[in-house]
């Protein structure tokens, strides 16, 4: 009688545990692959869990053998808490630099922050400070990643830094620039975008200039990126939408402003405009936008008037940098697919030289190595590059020859500098030191995210993604000798130390605090 009786099915169990070995397998294999970029780790646990689980669903609806009735009421409940997520929740930003969506509840969306006091007469005269050291323009006093003229404590314990000041800032990922005892950044205040100018003692504003003008995009946020140039008493600034603006430096009067992208029927690219101006000789440069050409332009300091455009590329997110490489004075400007080389005083192209996948974004600077080799780097999966630059058959153009190679320098928004022999920068969030002749990686430390870096001699200041400050000593493989709790929120934006003073801000906030001496 058993024999006629059929065998009682199973729910085929060996697939959802088949299927979740599976994912476990690949999720392992993503995070523990060396040299993938975290943004790529990210995403691809993300896509694997996603994909697990909806092999999970799709076993137990229409493979499982469950009842028909279970099944449909199983359904017909993720239909509902489906639709209800997606008329609850919004995308608030991102996570981190991953780029992964940050959700958050549609009722609770974040209020329009404007400015409530607006400066007054703006002032000849600001509070003395003493110490400080001018830094005109984004990336250090000469656009390289290096202090040089500052000697820290390397103690924070024993000397503790000092915070002078700390008050709310509009939305933007811009640095600071510092002349005397004045801060300039950029920010945006509702739809609005400021260049502001501040006291460095106090932090109070001295002065505010705004246009109509507001950039935003969901995984880059709101607000202008680049970081004003000081020059020779004038401020130069050039917002989210491409929008470049000469003010004086002391009133924040407006003298001359150019519509750059519009005026040249240049779309803007993806996560907005973000190379800060390059004032030097009697122009102001400054890159394009998602066009084939032109990728890098010229005005005059003093009216604004168009000298030259140059290249045939497509603009990227690296600020431009005057450089002598093999004996010639250039512009150099890593763009979508390429880097370029232009002559200073006519945009004449000197070197095109193809490098990284143009889909993907470059922010970080060219880094000159020497007297004749140039350092490139980036992240998603484009790692580094050292490029030897020589005159090309003609005498006239040159050309790069590539020494070596590799993934071990992945940075994302942050730049390297150079010490000695040694390339220094964040790999792909921590802190590495590259050996420059061999490519080779000697160590790296620490866990920043997408953050920042400064190199002070021996030491670095970072800027970490979550808003922690830390000084880190290069000599003992980037040992964490200081920790600041500067900000709490999500910080792309560049410290700035001018001298003793260090100025640090996010979409939120911006402090100053005085470092000790060493």
Not at 87 to 97: C, E, I, L
Not at 306 to 335: D, E
Request: hydrophobic share 40%.
């Amino acid at each position: 009688m058993n024999a006629l009786v059929p065998a009682q099915k199973g729910h085929r169990l060996w697939i959802p545990v088949v299927v979740a070995a599976l994912t476990a397998v690949g999720i392992a294999v993503t995070v523990l692959k060396p040299e993938l970029d975290r943004n790529f780790k990210s995403w691809g646990v993300s896509a694997l869990s996603l994909l697990g689980g909806l092999l999970l669903v799709l076993w137990f609806l229409l493979l499982s053998r469950y009842s028909v009735r279970l099944r449909l009421v199983s359904a017909g409940l993720l239909v509902l808490a489906g639709f209800g997520l997606s008329r609850a929740v919004r995308v608030d930003g991102t996570v981190d630099g991953t780029g992964l969506p940050k959700l958050a509840w549609k009722w609770t969306s974040p209020e329009e922050r404007h400015y409530t006091q607006r400066s007054g007469t703006p002032v000849a005269e600001v509070a003395a400070v003493n110490g400080v050291q001018d830094v005109s323009q984004f990336y250090g006093p000469n656009r390289d990643g290096r202090v040089e003229n500052a000697s820290l404590a390397r103690d924070w314990q024993a000397q503790a830094p000092k915070e002078l000041w700390r008050q709310t800032i509009g939305e933007g990922w811009s640095a600071f620039a510092v002349i005397g005892g004045r801060a300039y950044t950029q920010e945006q205040r509702g739809d609005e975008e400021m260049t502001t100018c501040y006291e460095l003692a106090t932090g109070r504003m001295l002065w505010s200039h705004a246009i109509k003008a507001r950039f935003t995009q969901w995984q880059g946020g709101t607000g202008p990126r680049a970081t004003p140039a000081v020059d020779r008493g004038h401020v130069y600034s050039y917002g989210g939408t491409g929008v470049l603006t000469c003010l004086d430096a002391v009133t924040g009067k407006e003298v001359w402003s150019r519509e750059v992208l519009k005026e040249n029927n240049l779309p803007n690219i993806e996560w907005g405009v973000s190379a800060s101006p390059l004032v030097y000789d009697d122009l102001v440069v400054v890159t394009g936008g998602d066009k084939e050409g032109p990728t890098v332009l010229a005005y005059r300091r003093d009216t604004g008037e168009p000298v030259w455009q140059a290249g045939t590329a497509k603009a990227s997110y690296a600020s431009p940098a005057l450089v002598t490489l093999a004996g010639r004075r250039m512009v150099l400007s890593v763009n979508a697919g390429n880097l370029s080389a232009h002559d200073p005083a006519t945009g004449e192209l000197l070197l095109d030289h193809a490098w990284g996948d143009p889909r993907w974004p470059k922010a970080s600077q060219p880094l000159v190595v020497g007297e004749d080799q140039v350092f490139l780097s980036a992240g998603y999966g484009m790692g580094c590059a050292m490029l030897k630059i020589k005159p090309a058959a003609d005498g006239k153009k040159l050309e790069a020859e590539e020494v070596w190679q590799n993934l071990r320098m992945k940075t994302q928004f942050n730049s390297t500098a150079l010490r000695g022999k040694y390339i220094y920068g964040l790999d792909d969030g921590q802190i590495a030191c590259m050996d420059a002749e061999t490519g080779k990686r000697l160590w790296k430390n620490g866990r920043y995210g997408s953050g920042q870096s400064l190199m002070v001699n021996d030491l670095a200041l970072i800027q970490s993604e979550p808003g922690e400050v830390l000084l880190v000593d290069l000599e003992k493989e980037g040992a964490v000798l200081g920790q600041l709790p500067a900000l709490s929120a999500k910080t792309w934006n560049h410290p700035t130390l001018a001298g003793k003073y260090l100025l640090v801000r996010n979409s939120v906030e911006a402090v100053c605090y005085e470092l000790p001496g060493r």
